[in-house]
């Protein structure tokens, strides 16, 4: 029998910034703080909150494509590498800047 497809699971949490403090508002696709971009590797799956990792996931570049930015991160512990999407309310200027350096 075929594996069931992997379906997000939306969780509206709110949560403090473990690097900068800011208290962040979710709404249940918010994946990282809007102020340093940073995030937690909590997820396998989109929202299922299954990743014992638990590590920090640096924002090291951000790709323009389509006209919408996309972070690029890697897991402080364990070193695995994701792509979140930027959301509205994130620092235009610290994506500019991420986007500078991965050119």
């Known amino acids: ?53 638990r590590g920090k996931m640096e924002p090291v570049s951000v790709i323009y494509k389509n006209g919408e930015f996309i972070i690029n991160y890697v897991c402080a512990k364990c070193d695995t590498k994701k792509k979140f999407g930027a959301a509205v309310n994130d620092d235009k200027e610290l994506l500019a800047s991420l986007v500078k350096m991965a050119m």
């Open 1 to 53: 029998m075929p594996e069931e497809p992997k379906r997000f699971r939306r969780l509206q949490e709110d949560f403090r910034c473990f690097n900068c403090g800011t208290e962040v508002k979710g709404t249940g696709y918010t994946d990282h703080c809007p102020r340093c971009l940073w995030s937690l590797h909590v997820d396998d799956n989109p929202g299922d909150r299954s990743s014992p990792c």
